[in-house]
């Protein structure tokens, strides 16, 4: 290190270089308060990137496993929206390449809107396929949430491109599989897979809702995308239900 390196510079190199561990250690002993508080930032910034790869290949852990046991086309399926009190149930189902740029992936609750539009736009242009389906609030009605959710991602498998081999599903498995499956509880949180898929999941329904804040105004569908929220039920009391509210779900009966 050059001693008439400023901590401005030493910062900078910090930023913007690869840097010798070495120089780093160096920088730990420097008598100046300020030098050492950067090593210490930039270490931490190190063991941050560290976890975060380690996270990021652990999320692929199940894909590994049935692709070594021979299953090339493994499908992610996810749902989004079972709680709420209106819209659609829409379930997506993803194959990614092994070669996917996996970066920011994650269970897209955890994600800000404009995370989840990022990366549905790369999921949509680098998968191998991607497929979509959506059952609504009066078919939910008719056979209940859950028998919802299973049709929804049936109509999702079938309109892949592509057929899997393999399914990796958030929480639950499907009935009578025509496909070998597995259910991975939060899975959306270890499986790349799954997480493309709740990424898709959510952004398809909600760009939905949007649209149904149009049709059906006063009720706020943009902002709760029908969950229950205060202002969803003060609408239910001042507006009564609408078409797309589900009436067999309790908040909404008890309105009728």
């Known amino acids: 290190m050059k001693a008439t390196e400023t901590i401005r510079q030493i910062e900078c190199r910090l930023q913007n270089e690869e840097v010798d561990p070495n120089w780093v250690k160096e920088l730990l002993l420097d008598p100046r308060v300020g030098v050492q508080s950067r090593a210490k930032a930039y270490l931490r910034r190190l063991e941050r990137l560290r976890k975060e790869q380690e996270r990021m290949n652990n999320l692929w852990k199940f894909e590994r496993t049935y692709w070594q046991n021979g299953y090339p086309m493994i499908a992610g399926l996810d749902e989004a929206g079972r709680g709420p009190l209106a819209g659609p149930v829409t379930a997506a189902a993803v194959i990614l390449p092994e070669n996917f740029d996996v970066s920011g992936l994650d269970d897209s609750k955890k994600l800000s809107a404009e995370a989840r539009q990022r990366l549905r736009h790369r999921i949509e242009q680098e998968a191998i396929a991607v497929g979509v389906g959506m059952v609504d609030a009066s078919t939910i009605d008719e056979i209940n949430i859950l028998q919802a ?22 929480a639950i498995e499907l009935p009578e ?7 991975i509880i939060k899975g959306d949180a270890l499986s790349h897979s799954i997480a493309a898929a709740s990424i898709i999941a959510k952004t398809v329904r909600d760009e939905w809702m949007m649209k149904a804040a149009e049709n059906f105004p006063g009720y706020g569908f943009d902002r709760h995308m029908g969950y229950g929220t205060a202002e969803h039920l003060g609408a239910l009391d001042e507006l009564g239900p609408c078409d797309i509210h589900r009436r067999s779900f309790g908040p909404v009966t008890n309105r009728l």
């Open 177 to 183: 599989p025509s496909i070998p499956q597995k259910g």
């Open 149 to 170: 959710t299973y049709l929804a991602m049936r109509q999702a498998l079938q309109s892949l491109a592509v057929q899997p081999n393999f399914l990796l599903i958030d």
